[in-house]
Nanobody, 126 residues
């Protein structure tokens, strides 16, 4: 099972951009469907976006469509989340998650993932 480490969070003004990275250990990253989730204070963890293990398929929650882009580089064992036009309501701890799978699938369900990173804080000021 891979271990995941996120980075790239920080403080940014509304309208700004950040790129999050999630680096996986191990040699099986290309067999993992990946996702990004976020959790704001006092709220449940929510789905943001997911990408298939090949990178050819993606899905986004409605609130980030057109602003966020997920991508992956299997040669670098890394999944990215490019976040543009950030809003104060995007403030949260962002987590990447992985699911070992033989299928080319997209996973929205928190409980379906095998492994999680420790999270990185994103704060958007108004």
């Amino acid at each position: 099972q891979v271990q995941l480490v996120e980075s790239g969070g920080g403080l940014v003004q509304a309208g700004g951009s950040l790129r999050l990275s999630c680096v996986a250990s191990g040699r099986t990253f290309s067999s993992y469907a990946m996702g990004w989730f976020r959790q704001a204070p006092g709220k449940e963890r929510e789905f943001v976006t997911a990408i298939s293990k090949t990178g050819r398929s993606t899905v986004y929650t409605d609130s980030v469509k057109g602003r966020f882009t997920i991508s992956r580089d299997n040669a670098k064992n890394t999944v990215y989340l490019q976040m543009n036009t950030l809003k104060p309501e995007d403030t949260a701890v962002y987590y990447c998650a992985g699911k070992l799978t033989k299928q080319t699938i997209l996973i929205r369900n928190t409980e379906a993932y095998d492994t999680w990173g420790q999270g990185t804080q994103v704060t958007v000021s108004s």
